[in-house]
């Protein structure tokens, strides 16, 4: 591969000719409250390898997102898709709660084996609105109490269990009839709030509701545009749970798999849940997801007699578990974790530098290979996202609004790709009128 095969290659409109047919035919047969479509936007993925997106017109992006923060490992990382591809002439698909498979079981040691220790259990899904609402059920057998404490602009979900404790307003309140309201709802903390402030929240919370019976959050909070909650945060709320009982889920689902410059991101303070929620990165594109949790948790539900209280078809699904252990060792191959760790600074230093070219940029903040570029309004994050694309750099908005512009590049992504792609932003943010 020469160096112009590492790069962005644009060689005709954005979205091309293709896209724009494919376009009509998706408003035409998907349900429309799902892709947003637009003259410029977006364009139809064709395929992938590491870092590099590549269009049904021959454009070719550099990805910033790692999709959805999934494509940890690479897109179509060789490595993984030959372990698919081994295991899809071998067996497909295997029996869920019946007749379980021999990868299963690796893949069960083996993230009990990389999950913090005293996780120990796991219970396997396909998508990480599963596994919140697995967590949450199981706290609830734990506890016998009903209710939750959440955050405001919490992203867990939009499956109707998964909702009743996600806060981002927009996603809610159409479907507030049919969402329980057994949820609590706390502010997120910022480096600016404090730990103290946001500690005494939650006891407050305990005093006013004996029926709290878990309390669930995420790390860094994702897709909320990238909120990192200040030192000691984490550790507060574990001591608060210990001491009071109350099950405590970490929803891992966008931080797990290395993105933070951890394999999880409570390990930056050593913090060990009682359930973890992980999936998207779990196996780098194909669907699973899981909750990871401590035996005295899990336990609380009883051995199974026959039919399992709480399973589904694809529970356990072997080309997702042989892609998850393929998934896992290229991880642990290639040290991610530690290269995340070493180049985040590099990253961290690019993005501080876009505040000089413009007014509009509000906040820099994030950890590892997971930072948010805050605007001052949605519409010039709607416009970096767009003209990004028109240059050959995809980009994600986040943030309860979509103020903010998600970095979150495949963990593998090459430092030259990695600086190639942040010029072309700095450039394009050079561009905002002040
Ligand atoms: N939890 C977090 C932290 C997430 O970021 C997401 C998705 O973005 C979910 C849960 C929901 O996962 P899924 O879309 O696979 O249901």
């Excluded at 990389?114 to 059920?137: H, M, N, R, W, Y």
């Excluded at 393929?326 to 505040?355: C, K, M, P, T």
């Excluded at 970095?407 to 990695?418: D, F």
Aim: aromatic share 6%; net charge neutral; with cysteine.
């Amino acid at each position: 591969m020469n160096d112009g095969d590492l790069f962005e290659s644009i060689s005709g409109p954005v979205p091309g000719p293709r896209s724009l047919e494919l376009a009509q035919s998706l408003a035409r047969f998907e349900s429309r409250g799902v892709t947003y479509l637009a003259k410029d936007f977006p364009v139809f993925w064709e395929s992938a390898s590491g870092a590099l997106i590549t269009d049904v017109d021959g454009n070719r992006y550099i990805d910033l997102t790692a999709a959805f923060g999934v494509a940890n490992t690479g897109h179509s990382n060789p490595y993984v898709a030959a372990a698919v591809a081994d295991q899809a002439v071998r067996l497909m698909h295997g029996m869920g709660d019946v007749h379980p498979t021999e990868v299963r079981v690796q893949l069960l040691e083996k993230l009990a084996q990389i999950t913090p220790d005293g996780l120990e259990k796991t219970f396997l899904c396909s998508t990480g609105a599963e596994a919140v609402e697995f967590a949450l059920k199981t706290a609830f057998l734990k506890t016998k109490k009903p209710h939750t404490i959440a955050y405001h602009n919490a992203y867990h979900g939009l499956s109707l269990g998964a909702l009743a404790v996600s806060g981002i307003a927009k996603f809610r309140e159409p479907f507030a009839p049919l969402v329980t309201s057994g949820t609590t709802w706390l502010t997120y903390p910022t480096m600016a709030s404090g730990t103290d402030a946001a500690l005494r929240e939650i006891e407050q919370a305990l005093k006013n509701d004996a029926a709290i019976g878990a309390i669930i959050l995420e790390p860094i909070q994702g897709r909320g545009g990238v909120i990192v909650p200040p030192a000691g945060f984490l550790a507060g709320v574990r001591a608060i749970c210990d001491r009071t009982k109350i099950v405590m889920i970490l929803d891992e689902i966008y931080t797990g798999f290395g993105r933070t410059g951890a394999m999880f991101a409570c390990e930056h303070e050593n913090v060990v849940p009682d359930l973890l929620c992980i999936g998207k990165a779990i196996a780098n594109g194909v669907p699973l997801s899981a909750t990871v949790g401590r035996a005295a948790v899990m336990d609380a539900w009883e051995t199974s007699t026959g039919e399992a209280l709480h399973t589904s078809t694809y529970l356990g699904n072997p080309l997702a578990c042989a892609a998850a252990l393929a998934n896992i060792y290229e991880i642990e191959r290639f040290d991610l974790v530690h290269s995340v760790r070493a180049r985040a600074q590099l990253l961290a230093g690019r993005l501080a530098r876009l505040r000089q070219y413009t007014k509009s940029v509000r906040e820099i903040r994030g950890l590892g290979y997971m930072w948010a570029i805050e605007f001052t309004s949605t519409e010039i994050a709607t416009t970096v996202v767009k003209k990004a694309l028109q240059r050959g750099v995809i980009l994600l908005q986040s943030g309860p609004t979509g103020s903010s512009i998600t970095i979150a590049p495949p963990l593998t992504i090459e430092q030259s790709q990695l600086e190639r792609a942040l010029t072309i932003c700095e450039t394009i943010v050079g561009e905002i009128k002040r």
